[in-house]
């Protein structure tokens, strides 16, 4: 069964510190690996995608990587800000037939207290 | 903001009553998206449809239903409606293929009494 799961579950880190969050997946076959944010209340935003051949893609103080042979990937955020919290979803994608399919993980939720 | 509109943005209803959600997409963006988030849960993919077309189907109750019009705005239909339905629900459109990154909406908060 295709499946993602992100841990941890909730994270509290304090301003300023980084802190990696990690997706662990048994899709396959795999066609790439997206990362949303998600604020409170509000629609999720892209900040990474990731295909088969990539190992690290970076935007601004969120860096991703990816490991395909072991299906993990990490999300590490570094000097973190108050901004910072929110959820993080973990977004597989995987052939289906002409189309693909999207399967979403449960989030990690990040906290960051001043 | 995204590009994608959504209405309305909160709805307070009764148990057993029918509602109708509605989302345009971007401009250009074929593909629209439906998904449910219950409280401090996952998002719940609904269903997919592709330039008119149902294209992908998720956890959708038959009680839900949903179409695209011509004109690529969609509609999520609930009825029958139960305390558990009581949800943020998003619409997100892309440009097409699902490699293409999806762009949500501010979401629907819906409130089932």
């Known amino acids: 069964k295709n499946q993602v799961e992100q841990s941890p579950q909730s994270l509290i880190i304090l301003e300023g510190k980084n802190c990696t969050l990690q997706c662990n997946y048994t899709v396959s076959p795999f066609s790439n690996l997206r990362w949303y944010k998600q604020d409170t209340g509000r629609g999720p935003v892209s900040l990474t995608i990731?295909?088969?051949s990539e190992n690290t893609k970076s935007n601004g103080r969120y860096t991703a990587t990816l490991d395909a042979d072991t299906k993990q990937s990490s999300l590490h955020i570094t000097a973190s800000q108050l901004s910072d919290s929110a959820s993080y979803i973990c977004v597989v994608s995987a052939p289906a037939g002409n189309n693909r399919k999207l399967i979403w993980g449960l989030g990690t939720s990040l906290a960051v207290n001043p | 903001d995204s590009g994608v509109t959504q209405t309305p943005k909160h709805l307070i209803t009764a148990t057993g009553q029918r509602v109708t959600l509605r989302c345009s997409p971007r401009s250009g963006d074929l593909s629209v998206y439906w998904y449910q988030q219950s409280l401090d849960q996952g998002l719940q993919f609904l269903i997919q449809?592709?330039?008119?077309?149902?294209?992908a189907k998720g956890n959708i109750l038959e009680r839900f239903s949903a179409q695209q019009f011509p004109d690529l705005h969609s509609e999520l239909n609930l009825s029958s409606l139960e305390l558990g339905d009581s949800a943020l629900y998003f619409c997100?459109?892309?440009?097409?293929?699902?490699?293409?990154?999806?762009?949500f909406g501010p979401g629907t908060r819906l409130t089932v009494l």
């Open positions: 997100a459109s892309s440009a097409g293929h699902p490699y293409n990154e999806q762009f």
């Open positions: 449809y592709y330039n008119g077309e149902e294209r």
């Open positions: 990731m295909t088969f």
